[in-house]
Antibody
Framework: EVQLVQSGAEVKKPGESLKISCKGS????????IGWVRQMPGKGLEWMGI????????RYSPSFQGQVTISADKSISTAYLQWSSLKASDTAMYYC?????????????WGQGTLVTVSS | EIVLTQSPGTLSLSPGERATLSCRAS???????LAWYQQKPGQAPRLLIY???SRATGIPDRFSGSGSGTDFTLTISRLEPEDFAVYYC??????????FGQGTKLEIK
């Protein structure tokens, strides 16, 4: 069974750093791109970027380029999303999702989400 | 950048009724790159439809997708209580970029 399991909720102060994780299982982790999606409170879905764990090739949405860093450790089947200096506006739910390109592109499996709260 | 506009913003219907949700793209989208997701409160989005009209694994056949070019539709033939949720369309573009519509909230009338 394909699963993406994300790390738990975080409460941070502005200016702090943070790294959240997404662990894949039940499939070949290095063979599928993993994307990250932001959902601010009461709002819609926003595409942040994507990584190919096989070689760490990474692409960012222009809106998030320079604001976050996406990485992966294929040895433990885990992708990461990190911030070096959080802002209150980073408060949101963050989802990882697997990119599937066979017979049509889509995000076919999603993590349960990680809630990040940034408040002084 | 392709913009997806979903309508209506909110749709109020009763169980047993038919729901028709629209997704319009600012320029032509390949059907292979158009998908629909359902999101219930407190849950992650769930893939419903991909390739504009193919149901994802485990999705009931009351859900169907259609359309091409710039106009796509998600239809729920007979609403069940568990279908009341927010629905998003999504298109896939170049450089592994995804774009989502702003969502349609399907609420119980």
């Amino acid at each position: 069974e394909v699963q993406l399991v994300q790390s738990g909720a975080e409460v941070k102060k502005p200016g702090e750093s943070l790294k959240i994780s997404c662990k894949g299982s039940g499939y070949s982790f290095t063979s599928y791109w993993i994307g990250w999606v932001r959902q601010m409170p009461g709002k819609g879905l926003e595409w942040m970027g994507i990584i190919y764990p096989g070689d760490s090739d990474t692409r960012y949405s222009p809106s998030f380029q320079g604001q976050v860093t996406i990485s992966a450790d294929k040895s433990i089947s885990t992708a990461y999303l990190q911030w070096s200096s959080l802002k209150a506006s980073d408060t949101a739910m963050y989802y990882c999702a697997r990119h599937q390109a066979v017979a049509g592109t889509r995000l076919d499996y999603w993590g349960q989400g990680t809630l990040v709260t940034v408040s002084s | 950048e392709i913009v997806l506009t979903q309508s209506p913003g909110t749709l109020s219907l009763s169980p047993g009724e038919r729901a028709t949700l629209s997704c319009r793209a600012s320029q032509s989208v390949s059907s292979s790159y158009l998908a629909w997701y359902q999101q219930k409160p407190g849950q992650a989005p769930r893939l419903l439809i991909y390739g504009a009209s193919s149901r994802a694994t485990g999705i009931p056949d009351r859900f169907s997708g259609s359309g091409s070019g710039t106009d796509f539709t998600l239809t729920i033939s007979r609403l069940e209580p568990e279908d009341f949720a927010v629905y998003y369309c999504q298109q896939y573009g170049s450089s592994l970029m995804y774009t989502f519509g702003q969502g349609t909230k399907l609420e119980i009338k």
